[in-house]
Nanobody, 119 residues
């Protein structure tokens, strides 16, 4: 079972930027499609961005053009660069391996990292 540790969240003003990191244990990390998800208060968790082992990416419409997902397989780490942040981006962000058809998570969740966008 891979363990995931997210970091990099915080409080930022609208229009600001943050870079999230997700470190995974285990050598199998690099073969999986990885994704970032988020869950806002009172809402269901939703996927935000995914990246294949080869680096192909896809984004939810709500973040397209503002967020960039990347990965470093040698470090077992996935990143999420978030620019032009909006208050509606406020949520707990978590990463996970992704089922490529259903977009559902494959592993147990880590603790996530809180992102708060507010003036």
């Amino acid at each position: 079972q891979v363990q995931l540790v997210e970091s990099g969240g915080g409080l930022v003003q609208p229009g600001g930027s943050l870079r999230l990191s997700c470190a995974g244990s285990g050598s199998i990390f690099s073969i999986y499609v990885m994704g970032w998800y988020r869950q806002a208060p009172g809402k269901q968790r939703e996927w935000v961005a995914v990246i294949t082992s080869g680096g192909s990416t896809n984004y939810a419409d709500s973040v397209k053009g503002r967020f960039t997902i990347s990965r470093d397989n040698a470090k077992n780490t996935v990143y999420l660069q978030m620019n032009s942040l909006k208050p509606e981006d406020t949520a707990v962000y978590s990463c996970n391996a992704v089922h490529v058809v259903t977009m559902t998570p494959l592993w147990s969740w880590g603790q996530g990292t809180q992102v708060t966008v507010s003036s």
